[in-house]
T-cell receptor, first 112, second 114 residues
């Protein structure tokens, strides 16, 4: 276990649903990340938060909305998704003093 | 921005043989190069990393080499074992400001046959 916990592990949703993915770390890390992992693409960086401030937003569609209420929690709010958004969504965190990223187990999302 | 190319996409070796995976990056400012291993259904896990001020790093059966001039780095696994079978990802980033923006290669699926 890396200390980064994601819930739920699996999620099936319709295109009109609203759902949220949750990520939690109690490692004292200052930065948190959302990555998307699709079957035939590299891990894609979506968002980066450092000290609860969004510092990167990699041209992600507005149907994905991140939220970082404090340094231990990160959410990804989903609304009006498309079938091509089906993927594994990975959360990660890193400490201020180290470049290493620690990943959660991911949420496997299926959009019907 | 950074772009990372990884080859080969699949690699099949016999147990005991060596495996080499290669990556190239585009941004000469990148200074941190980790390698992650992802087993089926599991999270990516860091197995080794190297910084731009170092040319080679070893940890038991795995080693990473970095050629800054050519902008490429490689993962070497010696004496492969079936449990080494997984997808391996290289990544590159410029570390600054307390966070990093890791850009990953497409991955190499390594199969080690007994």
């Amino acid at each position: 276990e890396t200390g980064v916990t994601q819930t739920p592990r699996h999620l099936v949703m319709g295109m009109t649903n609203k759902k949220s993915l949750k990520c939690e770390q109690h490692l004292g890390h200052n930065a948190m990340y959302w990555y998307k992992q699709s079957a035939k693409k590299p891990l894609e960086l979506m968002f980066v938060y450092s000290l609860e401030e969004r510092v990167e937003n990699n041209s992600v569609p507005s149907r994905f909305s991140p939220e970082c209420p404090n340094s231990s929690h990160l959410f990804l709010h989903l609304h009006t998704l498309q079938p091509e958004d089906s993927a594994l969504y990975l959360c990660a965190s890193s400490p201020w003093s180290d470049e290493k990223l620690f990943f959660g187990s991911g949420t496997q999302l299926s959009v019907l | 921005g950074e772009n990372v190319e990884q080859h080969p996409s699949t690699l099949s070796v016999q147990e005991g043989d060596s495996a080499v995976i290669k990556c190239t990056y585009s941004d000469s400012a990148s200074n941190y190069f980790p390698w992650y291993k992802q087993e089926l259904g599991k999270r990516p896990q860091l197995i080794i990393d190297i910084r731009s001020n170092v040319g080679e790093k070893k940890d038991q059966r795995i080693a990473v080499t970095l050629n800054k001039t050519a902008k490429h780095f490689s993962l070497h696994i010696t004496e492969t074992q079936p449990e080494d079978s997984a997808v391996y990802f290289c990544a590159a980033t410029l570390v600054s400001g307390g966070y990093n923006k890791l850009i990953f290669g497409a991955g190499t699926r390594l199969a080690v046959h007994p």
